[in-house]
């Protein structure tokens, strides 16, 4: 048996030893190294839905458009420039000149193709189905690409979908079936993806003949980590060298780092409550077992005074984010963002809260909680949170005090992410729930969370609702909106809107999380956000950080890697030395004491 | 003459292990189509939508919804999709997962070999540790050794798996003080793998934290039935005789009563393997590690109910495979169960 240890001790030693030290720099290539928590669902852009993919998408394929670095608003991408006709009905692109990047020239045709795919291949809609819903017919005439739609559509420069290599894609029998996996990959973004190990990484080479130029990284790799804790700690190592998403403890653990860079800036999201106000269906049945008495705007509007926005800002963000006077849609998009002002603005105010409830009626009992005016039922509401989520679980503490204060009990339940899908979006069993959207640069889909269509049948099929809302109000400024094709005015009907989801409280915005990255400035030299002042990296819109990164001379960095590897090498020398000397000093002792 | 009294008592004896086997086989089998059933019908109780779960935080229209669930035949009748699964199953067919969209069995291929390294080496090395450190401890019951053995191997058993993986990371993945960060943080080998020797060596070098993890939290088991059962063996007569012989303790200790305690470890080390297969769900979520363990937690996370189907298949089978192959083997190295 000793010898048998002995010999695993060896092998552990040559596996620990040299290793480290040839796994050291990749040469004099310049690599920059994302960590990310999701992994690539599939590398099949008609198929892929998951928010890393499309990050991922961004930077292979061109676009029609971009969001423009410093405003957000669409820029050229693929297509140079556009003109839509007076009825707002058709749409002409004209196609930049350039090339695939297996030398191919790209046309309008390519486009065409692509969405003419969407369009008539069901197994093609997965990814971004709805995106084509609206189009009537396209046609491409050299570079110049006509789309007719069904309707006006304001939304239609933010179209997102990639265009795909019709001379490669058109040959694949069954796009439902294809993975994707065929590398390296024919696109026309910036990067050329060379490989990709499921649940692992992608690799992506700079596009060399990229029509804004090639990128100054000569290489970027995606790395998957399915513990949060860990990608944090490769973060400190230098395991990678940028990540996103964070939340505010494991930002906060990044302090004091002199390496790494706290990158803390607004965020695309809003967290809010969604309210249980009388669940319908489509077909405008009652269903769920929603409290009634959250059906009253005043019992929803007194629970909206009795937060204190400040305070869980503070406490359950550490600071790290805005609190809301608006809506669903955050302060960075400036241009649709809608705060309230004067009487209407909620203030944090228990007595008018209470004041709120004692003139609809609602009296207290004895103990303290409010009944129903007609004594029915007592004021009782389900808190339904995400298992495993301090921040949510921090939260409910919170909204149970207050809510305390103002006659009201809530209770937590803690589900998990599809349980709380499912009563949030189907059945309705929830009376308060957590929620919370990113919001793209054209809020036109988060918006769209709010319509009445988007209620699930009776037989619980659709969804993709908030607070199962429908409200003619609301649904005719979606409507206008929709129509509107002057940004400004667009822009004045989608503040409309926040506004009626702000006063009738179907959903309580809480706050505006930060943004929170953290990068190696050891690695990374330069990095422009997007927006440009002060805006996102990772979890940013477009490829315009990604493309814009530098980084820091490769020299220094490989004899880093080297060093650890040596350090490696003799840490693990010394500890099956130790082992090995232990064995020895043991034996002999044994041969000893059958001696005596 | 002899030979044929001899051949007149084998005879019997080898169609028993025969017919033993045959049952336990039977036996196996039947556990196996149980299973095939239970699977279909355990994942189809979980709650939540697979379809509006597969988008992970993005807002997908109801029209798209329904396109996905046509596409993975949700959309059909539960009996009917019943069927579809058993007949899929019987022709080793696993289904195509709905997540990577790509056939569960090739999703097995893919990790099973780093699974089976990984779980496979800390098997080897428990069960080493393990089986020698009782053996030595269970010699001399009360000992220092015993002691302090035994106090460790307990502690570690009973920390959660995924506290000790975590700190493991934490101190020598990151580095704390003057222990400097040496190992890697995720995952079975760099991105820029090196080619030949080297690529092997970075292999080895990104398992250390996982393989260390789990061998501290399973070999414990192993330990406490070598010693109890090295404690039975040296009360015995055979012993004392072999004592008696003048032989050294130390190899009355190895060629006796080891090989004789060995036995109820059998059993152990089969399931293990068994469970081998399945690779080790916390450890490889904790590192990152691409096996079939993370493979059945990203599974379940989404829920994947094809690909959920097809990993917890192959575990249960393999897990009763393994403890068929334990009956027979212990059948035939134990003449007690034999006459039993």
């Known amino acids: ?596 | 003459m002899t030979s044929a009294v001899d051949e007149l008592e084998e005879a019997p004896a080898r169609r028993g292990l025969l017919r033993y086997a045959a049952t336990k086989a039977g036996g196996a089998l039947l556990s196996i189509a149980m299973v095939i059933v239970a699977t279909f019908f355990l994942f189809r109780l979980l709650p939540g939508d697979p379809v509006r779960a597969l988008a992970q935080g993005r807002n997908m229209t109801p029209e798209q919804l329904d396109l996905e669930r046509a596409r993975l035949g949700l959309d059909k009748p539960v009996p009917e999709q019943f069927l579809h699964f058993v007949s899929q199953t019987l022709r080793l067919d696993l289904g195509v997962s709905y997540e990577y969209k790509r056939p569960v069995l090739d999703l097995i291929g893919e990790r099973i070999g780093s699974t089976l390294l990984l779980t496979g080496t800390a098997l080897v090395l428990a069960v080493s540790l393990g089986l020698w450190q009782g053996a030595r401890a269970g010699w001399k019951p009360g000992s220092r050794f015993d002691k302090v053995s035994t106090a460790i191997s307990l502690v570690l058993w009973s920390v959660p798996t995924f506290w000790l993986g975590l700190l493991l990371l934490m101190v020598f993945a990151a580095g704390i003080g003057p222990i400097p960060g040496i190992f890697p943080t995720r995952g079975s080998s760099s991105v820029d793998k090196p080619g030949g020797f080297a690529g092997v060596l970075d292999v080895g070098q990104h398992m250390v934290l996982p393989c260390l993890t789990l061998v501290a939290v399973v070999y414990a088991q192993y330990l406490l039935v070598m010693r109890s059962s090295v404690i039975d063996e040296v009360g015995q007569d055979y012993i004392t005789t072999a004592r008696a012989k003048g032989l050294r303790d130390d190899d009355v200790r190895r060629k006796h009563a080891v090989p004789n305690a060995l036995l109820p470890t059998v059993t152990l080390v089969f399931l293990r393997i068994g469970f081998v297969v399945g690779g080790a769900v916390t450890v490889e979520a904790i590192f990152s590690w691409p096996g079939l363990g993370q493979l059945f937690y990203e599974a379940i996370r989404v829920p994947d109910f094809t690909l959920m189907q097809g990993t917890f298949l192959l575990i249960t089978v393999s897990v009763i495979v393994m403890n068929t192959l334990a009956d027979v083997v212990y059948h035939v190295l134990d003449p007690r169960v034999r006459s039993a």
């Open chain 1, 1 to 596: 048996m000793r010898k048998w240890l002995a010999v695993l001790a060896a092998l552990c030693l040559l596996a620990v030893g040299p290793g480290t030290a040839v796994a050291a720099g990749p040469g004099n290539k310049k690599v920059i190294k994302i960590g990310v928590t999701q992994s690539v669902d599939s590398m099949n852009p008609f198929l892929a839905v998951r928010l890393v993919t499309g990050q991922i998408q961004r930077l292979i394929y061109g676009f029609l458009t971009v969001p423009d670095s410093k405003t957000l608003q669409p820029s050229p991408d693929l297509a140079e420039s556009w003109t839509t006709s007076p009825d707002g009905l058709t749409w002409t692109f004209k196609i930049r000149q350039a090339k695939w990047s297996d030398g191919q020239p790209i046309t309008a045709d390519d486009a065409a193709w692509t969405f003419g795919k969407m369009m008539t291949d069901d197994g093609a809609k997965t990814g971004n189905g709805p995106a084509v819903e609206n189009f009537r017919s396209v046609s491409a005439n050299g570079q110049e690409l006509t789309i007719k739609l069904k309707a006006p559509q304001a939304s239609m420069l933010d179209n997102p979908v990639p265009i795909m290599p019709k001379h490669v894609w058109e040959k694949i029998k069954d796009i439902s079936k294809y993975d994707g996996e065929t590398y390296p990959t024919v696109g026309s973004g910036p990067y050329v993806a060379v490989e990709h190990k499921k649940d692992q990484f992608v690799r992506l080479e700079a596009n060399p003949d990229y029509w804004r130029g090639r990128p100054k990284v000569d290489e970027l790799q995606i790395i998957f980590y399915d513990n949060p804790a860990a990608s944090i700690v490769g973060l400190k190592k230098g395991d990678i060298d940028l990540i996103g998403r964070l939340n505010p403890p494991d930002f906060e653990s990044l302090k004091g780092d002199g390496n790494i860079v706290q990158w803390n800036t607004q965020g695309r999201r809003a967290a809010y409550l969604q309210i249980n106000h009388g669940a319908t269906t489509s077909d405008n049945k009652p269903i769920g077992g929603g409290h009634p008495a959250l059906k009253d705007p005043r019992v929803r509007t007194a629970l909206h005074y009795a937060i204190d926005k400040q305070k869980l800002v503070d406490e359950v963000q550490g600071g790290l984010a805005k609190p809301a006077d608006g809506s669903i849609i955050p302060p960075l998009y400036k241009d649709f963002f809608w705060a309230a002002t004067g009487a209407e603005k909620v203030t944090f105010d228990l007595a008018k809260a209470n004041k709120i409830l004692d003139d609809a009626g609602y009296k207290k009992g004895p103990d303290g909680v409010r009944t129903m005016p007609d004594g029915s039922r007592k004021l009782q509401f389900r808190f339904s949170i995400h298992t495993g989520t301090p921040i949510e679980d921090k939260l409910a503490e919170y909204l149970t005090g207050w809510f305390k204060e103002i006659g009201v009990t809530l209770t937590t339940k803690r589900l998990d992410s599809s349980k709380f899908t499912e009563e949030t979006g189907t059945t309705a069993l929830f009376d308060i729930a957590i929620s919370g959207w990113s919001v793209n640069p054209d809020p036109e889909e988060v918006l769209a969370t709010h319509l009445c269509s988007r209620r699930p049948t009776a037989t619980g099929e659709g969804g993709g609702t908030e607070s199962f809302y429908c409200d003619p109000t609301y649904e005719s400024l979606y409507l206008q909106q929709q129509k509107e094709l002057d940004r400004t005015k667009r822009a004045g009907i989608i503040k409309k809107m926040q506004e009626r989801l702000y006063v009738d409280a179907p959903v309580i915005a809480l706050y505006y999380p930060n943004d929170l990255e953290g990068y190696r400035k050891d690695r990374i030299a330069g990095i422009t956000p997007i927006p440009e002042d002060k805006g996102l990296l990772y979890g940013g819109s477009g490829y315009w950080p990604f493309y814009t990164l530098e980084a820091v001379s490769t020299d220094a960095k490989a004899s880093g890697g080297s060093n650890g590897g040596l350090i490696a090498g003799v840490a693990a020398g010394v500890v099956v030395l130790a082992i090995g000397g232990l064995f020895l000093a043991r034996r002999r002792r044994g041969v000893a004491d059958e001696r005596e």
